[in-house]
């Protein structure tokens, strides 16, 4: 199966940009998910193997859930550091930014970033980049910036010399970003890609044991709590959400990653189209997070930018309300209303 992602050009600037750098930097979003963290750790690993000094760098924290993947211990938190952090942009030759499309996605990175004097390329699946980059490689089309991450060191023809410290990481991210290979993941490619990575011993059940059977205790009273008593089902429209405060955060003892996956439960009530989860930020005031999740060609991208000033895959989205949580549910309303003829 030829599943070959760059054309020619781009295959030779990507080669010789690597061949050119010794001191290399891999970036990724704010709120690092399980295929920004994946994708990020399997590239390094692929770029080690050719020889290159490189360091993971990341906004913030990530789920602690993420911590047993390979070679975490090496990366560098921007939030914690954000001295060494600068000084890494400063002396980069090559920063490849990975699974964001524009560079307000790192948050407080983002301007040490577009003025660092390194080199930049931009791997990533989601729609309009605007990174400033001498290379984009950009396949919203794609399940994951993982997977793209796999199709590009096949076709540089590194893959047979690499180990599960990079197999591992890219199905991680492959995983958690197609919810367990529930969406976005119906084309043959994705299974080739998969029976690749056995190829090397990864233990794909353990895998996911790790990432969806490790959460805490709090975690599984915060999800019975949020279905029993947060949740608001319109079954008229068929869509449903919840809001979860920063007291009712606090009082379950949340810590990042706790609400990870949430969205995508009320999912397995039936006819539902459309989930909603609205967070308080824990620590900034009138700032609510908005995750959106829907099924079939429910477009809640486009509710996600309209809305709630995000956006994101058809049926993966995100975005904020600048706002009380109580505006947030007010808006809510009004695009579940706005879009209710798509709805059903």
């Known amino acids: 199966m030829n599943i070959d992602i760059l054309d020619n050009d781009q295959l030779a600037l990507m080669d010789q940009l690597i061949s050119d750098a010794q001191t290399v930097l891999v970036v990724c979003h704010k709120s690092p998910d399980g295929d920004a963290i994946g994708s990020s750790l399997a590239w390094a690993e692929f770029l080690r193997h050719r020889g290159k000094d490189v360091t993971v760098m990341v906004p913030d924290q990530y789920p602690d859930f993420f911590k047993w993947l390979p070679n975490t211990d090496k990366i560098v938190r921007y939030d914690k550091h954000p001295d060494k952090g600068d000084m890494l942009l400063k002396i980069a030759d090559l920063v490849f930014c990975l699974d964001f499309n524009t560079p307000s996605r790192v948050d407080e990175m983002a301007q040490p970033l577009v003025d660092s004097p390194a080199k930049k ?11 400033p980059a001498d290379l984009i490689v950009s396949h919203p089309d ?11 060191a096949w076709q540089m023809g590194d893959f047979n010399m690499l180990d599960k410290a990079f197999a591992v990481p890219v199905y991680c991210g492959m995983m958690t970003d197609t919810g367990g290979f529930t969406y976005n993941s119906s084309r043959p490619e994705i299974y080739f890609i998969i029976g690749e990575l056995l190829t090397k011993r990864i233990d794909k059940d353990r895998i996911y044991r790790n990432v969806f059977h490790n959460y805490s205790e709090n975690r599984i009273r915060l999800m019975g709590y ?4 947060k949740l608001v089902y319109m079954p008229e429209c068929h869509a449903a959400f919840y809001s979860l405060t920063r007291d009712e955060l606090k009082r379950f003892n949340y810590v990042k990653g706790d609400s990870e996956g949430l969205v995508n439960i009320p999912q397995q009530i ?21 995750s959106l999740r829907s099924v079939d060609d429910f477009p809640c991208n486009l509710m996600a930018e309209e809305f709630f000033n995000g956006g994101g895959h058809l049926n993966a989205s995100g975005g904020r309300v600048d706002g009380t949580i109580e505006e947030a549910i007010e808006i809510t309303k009004k695009a579940i209303i706005a879009y209710q003829n798509k709805l059903k």
Do not use: C, Q
């Open 270 to 290: 039936k006819g539902l189209k459309l989930s909603i989860s609205l967070r308080e930020d824990t620590d900034k005031p009138n700032l609510v997070w908005v």
């Open 226 to 229: 949020v279905m029993y008593e």
């Open 121 to 131: 390329v931009l791997i990533d699946h989601h729609l309009k980049p605007d990174v």
């Open 142 to 152: 794609a399940s994951s910036t993982s997977e793209l991450v796999f199709r590009i």
